[in-house]
């Protein structure tokens, strides 16, 4: 089956900075690559997906880019401000639908 | 107009019990899951019905059962409650994967399950 591994656990940034989430996967069927966010007490909410026919997406202050060769996708995050605050989550699709989470990282944006 | 929704969302419970929570979504999604995140923020599948049949069963004791009525519901029955099973359960729904939906998963708010 499908394993996705996250890094980092934590990361802590400046205001202002940006953040970099790197997920690695197993599965080279696999299609679809969605970041959820997490707010403390909240549900898990999609941010951002990409699918294996593009290698670059970007939303606003967001992207993510996929290397399907090497199997990793990333977040990036540019100018990230208080309310970024939040646990990241990256996951990987097999062509069954069936989505594998990664650990999840823990952002925390000091003003 | 919430679009999934679980109740409850508190349950504290004894070591013994039996407890059910329950999940609808008015999104006319084809796919309902459960999901569970222990304390370490993990979020793994548990189960996923797709038009009322199990899809996906997990490596979950079986005193979890899961029971749908019909594709908007997809309640989750535990008999024998156990400390370990102190964690948040999502529910969630998704349509089935196309080219242009992906396969996006949509959660509902947690239920939160303390066994003491």
């Known amino acids: 089956g499908e394993n996705v591994e996250q890094h980092p656990s934590t990361l802590s940034v400046q205001e202002g900075d940006s953040a970099v989430i790197k997920c690695t996967y197993s599965?080279?069927?696999?299609?679809?690559f969605p970041w959820y966010k997490q707010e403390l007490g909240k549900r898990p909410q999609l941010i951002i997906d990409i699918r294996s026919n593009v290698g670059e997406k970007k939303d606003q202050r967001i992207a993510v880019t996929l290397n399907k060769t090497a199997k990793h996708f990333s977040l990036h995050i540019t100018e990230t401000q208080p309310e970024d605050s939040a646990v990241y989550f990256c996951?990987?699709?097999?062509?069954?639908?069936?989505?594998?989470f990664g650990a999840g990282t823990q952002v925390v944006v000091t003003p | 107009d919430t679009a999934v929704s679980q109740t409850p969302k508190y349950l504290v419970t004894q070591m013994g019990n039996d407890k059910s929570i329950k999940c609808e979504q008015n999104l006319g999604h084809d796919t309902m899951y459960w999901y569970k995140q222990d304390s370490k923020k993990f979020l793994k599948i548990m189960f996923s019905?797709?038009?009322?049949?199990?899809?996906i069963n997990e490596t979950v004791p079986n005193r979890f059962s899961p029971k749908s009525p019909d594709k908007a519901h997809l309640n989750l029955h535990i008999n024998s409650l156990e400390l370990g099973d102190s964690a948040v359960y999502f529910c969630?729904?998704?349509?089935?994967?196309?080219?242009?939906?992906?396969?996006?998963?949509?959660f509902g708010e947690g239920s939160w399950l303390t066994v003491v």
């Open positions: 599965d080279s069927a696999s299609n679809y």
């Open positions: 969630a729904s998704s349509q089935d994967g196309t080219e242009l939906t992906g396969n996006t998963i949509y």
């Open positions: 996951a990987a699709a097999d062509s069954w639908g069936k989505l594998q």
């Open positions: 019905y797709n038009n009322k049949e199990l899809i």
